[in-house]
């Protein structure tokens, strides 16, 4: 019985990557809500607890899995995106396509066979490193091609000098290693608790933020090449948020309440669990990022400085409460924060996904972003722009509209 639904929902997902490799967005959207489709389980028709259900594991879901046993299963379509991105290709490079269906367990090609060699090599290596951050991931080799270069082009790059930067202060925060030192030995730089302090001050205080107790927005949802779905979301402190995009077959909603989250659309509520809820977090910035970035975090640490546009940001290392790193990125001119990306760890890589604020306005005493990018390591819809047109605050939400949503009810 199982077998044959997550059979039916690969091939309903193959079937719109496939046909709508083109339709970036749309692709985007049911890409998404399909990868939940196989994650459907027995607790879905229970009613809302606290506790969200636990999740199974590829081997558990997904027919012909040989090397990535034990990987969480809502890490298997970010993997096999990662590895696509990482070679350069896409998932036909490695997965039979019959009739414009992937065949996911089909093992009739032999870079299916490669790639399976290359993640037992990969996981091999990293058992040898075994140390600290140290990894070594598809990336790491391929960088975007299907054959690593194993040699320096001609001719080499005349060396740079070293930049006349304060001690410490230099380049990029994230690639350096110097950035594991504290931040005692950077005199120049300010502690993570005052950038965090300016940005409260920044978007409008903390006093006029506890005032805030629901959200509400309309806008659009596009990627790069233009497609645009309208959009709406509404949100109550600390951690109920609904979103609807108007696709051309139908409102598509997302929920999350506290620890459970959501899927609807024409072919019903899917549960979203592990990593597909994590994601739909930052989809609701202003309860995630925005307005309570202190809250999400076990530690912070500046690790130095970069450049955003051309400006200069303050870049902060974090590790949320899930354990899982982040950086932030904080204009150094007005505080605000200006880019976060966080890593998914896996046992193939880590894979980052960007969000990016721009266009702060004024909303009833606060400062809030009016275009949020989002940018995935996934070659068919690499970007997601949401832009507002309208943000209110404290608007009266009937609470209901962030329950599970139910099949019959209208959109
Ligand atoms: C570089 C080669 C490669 C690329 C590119 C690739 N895959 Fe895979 N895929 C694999 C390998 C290898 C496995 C089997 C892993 C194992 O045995 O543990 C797999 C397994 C799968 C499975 C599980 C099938 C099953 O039931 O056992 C699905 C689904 C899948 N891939 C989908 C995709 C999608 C969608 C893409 C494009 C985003 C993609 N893959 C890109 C190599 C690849
Ligand atoms: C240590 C370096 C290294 C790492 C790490 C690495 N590869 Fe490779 N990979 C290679 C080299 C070298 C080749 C051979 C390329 C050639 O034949 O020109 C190759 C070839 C391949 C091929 C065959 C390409 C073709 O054209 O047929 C696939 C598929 C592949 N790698 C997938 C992966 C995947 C997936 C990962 C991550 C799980 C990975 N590789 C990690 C070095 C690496």
């Known amino acids: 019985m199982k077998r044959s639904k997550i059979t039916e929902s690969l ?52 027919k012909n899995i040989k090397v990535l046993n034990d990987m969480p299963q809502s890490q298997l379509y970010p993997a096999m995106r990662f590895m696509a991105a990482s070679l350069g290709t896409q998932c036909g490079f490695c997965h039979v396509i019959r009739n414009g269906l992937l065949d996911g367990p089909a093992d009739d090609k032999p870079e299916k066979q490669t790639a399976r060699s290359m993640i037992k090599m990969v996981l091999e290596i990293n058992k040898t490193i075994a140390r600290g951050d140290a990894e070594v991931s598809c990336y790491t080799c391929h960088r975007g091609r299907s054959s690593p270069q194993g040699f320096p082009t001609l001719p080499l790059p005349l060396p740079t000098p070293l930049p006349q930067t304060p001690a410490g202060a230099g380049s990029s925060g994230v690639a350096d290693s110097s950035s594991r030192t504290s931040p005692n030995t950077r005199p120049n730089l300010p502690s993570a608790d005052e950038i965090l302090n300016k940005h409260l001050t920044a978007i409008g205080g903390k006093m006029t933020i506890d005032r805030i107790n629901s959200l509400v927005t309309k806008g659009t949802s596009a990627t790069r090449n233009g497609q645009s779905l309208a959009y709406e979301t509404a949100q109550i402190a600390p951690d109920k948020g609904y979103e609807a995009f108007v696709t051309p077959s139908g409102t598509s909603e997302r929920v999350l309440n506290g620890a459970r989250g959501w899927l609807k659309n024409a072919d019903g509520v899917q549960e979203l669990l592990g990593q597909r809820l994590e994601d739909q977090k930052l989809s609701f910035p202003w309860m995630f990022t925005i307005l309570r970035l202190k809250d999400q975090y076990s530690s912070m640490r500046v690790s130095g400085t970069d450049k955003i546009d051309d400006r200069d940001v303050y ?14 990125y904080f204009n150094v001119e007005d505080g605000l924060v200006r880019r976060r990306i966080s890593y998914l760890r896996t046992m193939i890589g880590t894979i980052p996904q960007q969000t990016d604020f721009e266009d702060y306005r004024q909303v009833q005493g606060l400062k809030l972003p009016f275009t949020i990018t989002v940018s995935f390591v996934d070659r068919g819809s690499p970007i997601l722009i949401r832009k507002f047109t309208d943000i209110k605050l404290n608007t009266p939400l009937d609470e209901s509209m962030f329950d599970k949503p139910s099949p019959t009810k209208k959109p």
């Open 315 to 328: 870049v902060v290392s974090a590790i949320r409460l899930d354990n899982k790193l982040e950086h932030l």
């Open 11 to 62: 091939k309903h997902y193959i079937l719109k990557v496939v046909a709508l490799s083109f339709v970036a967005l749309a692709s985007f959207i049911s890409t998404s809500f399909s990868e939940v489709r196989s994650s459907r389980d027995q607790s879905s028709g229970t009613t809302i607890t606290q506790a969200a259900p636990t999740e199974k594991t590829v081997e558990q879901v997904f």
